[in-house]
């Protein structure tokens, strides 16, 4: 199976179309249709049904599609870092990240990177723990920030300075923004929001008892989606402070929770790793961030 066949089929996958795959590969038409036959012919499996005007996946093709992707991603990463090799002034970095205000400090890192390096280029994903580090075991990631404890038997890490502060936000003005802080019994039979990671893994914790008092009304992998229906008052988003803006005139207030909830931030990367020449320096200068 050639990583080229798997790039035509990904391009016929995504339009839906022959035609239209082949001329964003360059490609005949002819060529095209034999590669993909070829193709099914190997696996022996059927991975298209063809109607008059568009190509459907199978559950076969749709299975394949998944592993394609992973597949072709990690074979554009091993080439670039092996273009990189020799570069000392840039490279390719990916990195999967939880959300936190600390992410700046690895900004500040790649900022410093960036200018001993011109040619650096890096890639983001964003996500939460499992999500990031699904990708880094699968080699699509350098790096990956986490909000648990990272498993000491798979990863090499730098934890974060600080804590980041668990908390409610609120629209201004409701009765609850009067308190300085949010107790579980405060929060009983409100529609609330919140990630499932922290609805599960830290909230359900903090509330003991009360944890069953507490209503999702949704999950939201992202701070500041949650926080707009927050501000449309469809509820009440746990999230962590300085995610999202909070200012005199924003329409929000965050008040944290007590007793106080703090989750620890991890940079990590996998334990045995070769590191290319770009991430050993982008390490270097993270350990000395993160080290304030």
Aim: with cysteine; proline share 4%.
């Amino acid at each position: 199976m050639e990583i080229r066949t798997l790039r035509y089929f990904l391009a016929v996958a995504r339009e839906e179309n022959m035609t239209r795959a082949a001329e964003l590969l360059h490609v005949t038409q002819p060529t095209l249709s034999k590669a993909l036959r070829s193709l099914e012919d190997e696996l022996g499996k059927k991975l298209f049904l063809r109607h008059s005007f568009r190509i459907e996946l199978t559950e076969e093709g749709a299975l394949l599609r998944d592993r394609a992707e992973d597949l072709v991603s990690m074979a554009d990463k091993i080439e670039k870092e092996f273009l990189s090799l020799d570069d000392l002034t840039g490279g390719e970095l990916y990195f999967g990240l939880a959300e936190s205000y600390q992410i700046r400090r690895l900004a500040r890192g790649l900022r410093a990177l960036k200018d001993l390096c011109p040619g650096l280029h890096y890639h983001i994903t964003s996500g939460d723990t499992e999500q990031v580090t699904e990708k880094l075991d699968r080699g699509l990631l350098d790096f990956a920030v986490i909000c648990e404890t990272p498993d000491a038997r798979k990863y090499e890490s730098i934890p974060f300075p600080e804590g980041d502060r668990f908390g409610l936000l609120l629209p201004e003005g409701d009765p609850l923004a009067q308190k300085e802080r949010i107790r579980a019994a405060d929060l009983a039979g409100l529609p609330l929001f919140a990630s499932a990671q922290s609805w599960e893994k830290d909230i359900a914790p903090w509330a003991k008892d009360r944890f069953r008092d507490l209503k999702l009304e949704g999950s939201f992998r992202l701070a500041y989606n949650g926080s707009l229906f927050t501000l449309e008052r469809l509820g009440y988003l746990l999230t962590l402070e300085r995610l999202v803006n909070t200012a005199p005139g924003s329409g929000l207030v965050f008040r944290p929770l007590e007793p106080e909830l703090k989750l620890s931030f991890y940079l990590i990367w996998n334990k045995y790793q070769t590191f290319t020449p770009i991430a050993e320096r982008f390490l270097e200068i993270m350990r000395r961030e993160l080290a304030v």
